[in-house]
């Protein structure tokens, strides 16, 4: 079985820093594509970044100059370096692994969140 469980979320002013980290348990491998997504109240959950097992990533626009994802396959890990935040980026984060493209049939998986919230 794959969990995820996801930490680093609080509490912080216009202009801070966090950063998430997802720790990874159970049989998720290098090649498996990785990212973060965040729901904001009342609206749809996004992609915010994404990392593949070559280290290729991708953002939302959004985020772009901001926010920096990284992984360590060893210790299956993803992180999510969040800088220079504004309070629209207040939301619950999630992290996920998406193994579709080993597996051949969709396969997704998700951590309980952690919520960020950016305010004065």
């Known amino acids: 079985q794959v969990q995820l469980v996801e930490s680093g979320g609080g509490l912080v002013q216009p202009g801070g820093s966090l950063k998430l980290s997802c720790a990874a348990s159970?049989?998720?491998?290098?090649?498996?594509?990785m990212g973060w997504y965040r729901q904001a109240p009342g609206k749809q959950r996004e992609l915010v970044a994404s990392?593949?097992?070559?280290?290729?990533?991708n953002y939302a626009d959004s985020v772009k100059g901001r926010f920096t994802i990284s992984r360590n396959n060893t210790e299956k890990q993803v992180y999510l370096q969040m800088n220079s935040l504004k309070p629209e980026d207040t939301a619950a984060y999630y992290c996920?692994?998406?193994?579709?493209?080993?597996?051949?049939?969709?396969?997704?998986?998700w951590g309980q969140g952690t919520q960020v919230t950016v305010s004065s």
């Open positions: 996920n692994v998406d193994l579709s493209r080993r597996l051949g049939v969709r396969t997704t998986f």
């Open positions: 159970g049989r998720i491998f290098y090649i498996d594509e």
């Open positions: 990392i593949t097992g070559d280290y290729s990533t």
